[in-house]
């Protein structure tokens, strides 16, 4: 049996202002209906795999719980106490589900986007083989241009239905890039494996011991929480900063490269946005409410509001609730600019958005002043927020739809359709949606704080006190 291992940590940063560091682009539903992890899960339909295991990290993990609950593949949830790169997250992962049977597993990235899902089905069952056989296979993918901004492969011999890896090469300039394709030796390196769980694992003991050995601390006093798989922390921070391809496959004897060509994009910009996207006859590429008046390549991105354009050409329009992005298309790599501009201004528009999710439901924060806040607050059916206090907050929370249960202070009570409670200063307090449908309120805050951080849990169903 297959088993999937899907990489759902990063950042995301190069999608600003709507992929944000607290809810990244894989959790997004950037190229269709589904976000990119659900996609990614429902791309293993037509293989026949167990449960996923997926990596993410502790900041991210009720999001990938409710998105990965939703597609009815929740599976192991291994959370990493902080960012080691993908050696050790995939070598952390292989020893959760090694066992006496010596699965081959499946890498993926919960960030790309795959147009041909029955082309992907087809390649991975032919490079089984490969795997079965010991061979640590990466998949490559055939380039349809000179793109500059993905690492290459250069096959070798014939192997099967592969070829041996002759080398991994960076990512080159124009020039190089123009070689490569005219060679038709080059792949895009996808950053996608295939192995058994003892080929990747002994390779890894070969060449980086040191990970290898800080992994196997890190899975060697494991314990459970909710959904969620927690390493040794103090183990797993020690671990050396490595990719897969530094520490394994540039060295191994046993990389075998399958091509694999099935409309693959890794999303890394907003000019990429324009190419997996449908276009107009002006080649217009559009999402949310948008007029486009003699506009031709745009890319508009509207969230809320109608986004009308006038004349522009090769324009990267992206319009969020709280940030505005305009970039000429040719130059959307620049956004890290924009990012670090945010990160030295300590900007809250680098991590969140206004609508913020929770493992309960989400809020919108609607509007702020110096002294108040209102939020627009949903709790999912049978869900509840942690029993808490503030020190510098009261709260009055007014039920638009939905029936609430709420305990304020010494009292526990339903509160209505146009009925509302006030929460004064300092009382303990929770809210509960006992309903089958979604609970809808709208929450004044006023004091002479506001911020997240002035929350005392004293019980919480999600394990964050």
């Known amino acids: ?155 070798g011999t014939s192997v099967g239905d592969g070829f041996s890896v002759d080398c991994f090469v960076e990512k080159p300039d124009a020039a190089t890039a123009e070689e490569y394709l005219a060679s038709n030796e080059y792949y895009w390196n996808s950053g996608m494996f295939l192995f058994k769980a003892s080929a990747y694992l002994q390779e890894l003991e070969q060449y980086r011991p040191d990970i290898a050995d800080a992994c196997k601390a890190a899975v060697a006093d494991v314990h459970n929480d909710l959904d969620f798989v927690r390493l040794d922390e103090k183990a797993f921070c020690a671990c050396p900063d490595e990719s897969i391809d530094y520490a394994v496959m540039e060295k191994t004897e046993h990389a075998v490269v399958v091509p694999l060509d ?83 201004a300590n900007r809250e528009e680098l991590t969140t958005h206004r609508e913020v999710f929770r493992p309960w439901g989400k809020y919108d924060s609607v509007d702020l002043g110096e002294r108040y806040q209102v939020k627009r607050i949903t709790v999912n059916p049978g869900a509840k927020l942690s029993v808490q206090m503030h020190h510098h907050r009261a709260e ?20 209505s359709e146009n009925q509302s409670t006030y929460i004064p200063v300092g009382v303990v307090h929770s809210l509960e949606n006992p309903g089958k449908l979604p609970l809808e309120l709208i929450e004044v805050q006023s004091g002479s704080y506001l911020g997240e951080d002035d929350i005392i849990r004293f019980e919480d169903n999600y394990g964050r006190l």
Request: hydrophobic residues 45%; charged residues 20%.
């Open 1 to 155: 049996m297959l088993i999937p291992i899907i990489m759902a940590g990063g950042s995301g940063t190069r999608l600003w202002p709507l992929s944000r560091s607290l809810y990244p682009k894989q959790f997004l539903p950037l190229a269709g209906d589904n976000s990119m992890l659900q996609e990614t899960v429902q791309r293993l339909e037509k293989l026949e795999t167990t449960q996923p295991v997926t990596i993410c990290n502790e900041d991210h993990r009720f999001i990938v719980a409710e998105q990965l609950r939703t597609g009815g593949m929740l599976g192991k949830i291994v959370l990493e106490p902080e960012g080691r790169n993908t050696a050790p997250a995939i070598a952390v992962a292989v020893h959760i589900v090694a066992g006496e049977d010596d699965p081959v597993v499946l890498v993926l990235a919960a960030d790309h986007v795959i147009a041909d899902t029955e082309e992907f089905t087809a390649v991975v069952n032919k490079a089984m083989p490969l795997a079965e056989a010991g061979k640590l296979v990466t998949f490559g993918i055939v380039p349809t241009s000179a793109h500059t901004g993905y690492g290459y492969i250069k096959r």
């Open 396 to 415: 009055h929370w007014i039920v638009v739809s939905g029936t609430a249960q709420v305990t304020n202070g010494d009292k526990t009570f339903l509160v």
């Open 262 to 344: 099935a409309g693959w994009n890794d999303i890394g910009s907003w000019s990429a946005m324009w190419d997996v996207a449908e276009k107009n006859t002006d080649g217009n590429a559009s999402k949310g409410d948008v007029i486009h008046c003699n506009s031709k390549d745009c890319y508009v991105y509207g969230e809320e509001r109608l986004v009308a354009t006038i004349g522009l050409q090769d324009t990267v329009i992206v319009d969020t609730k709280d940030a505005l992005l305009v970039a000429a298309r040719d130059s959307v790599q620049d956004v890290k600019s924009v990012v670090a501009e945010l990160k030295k």
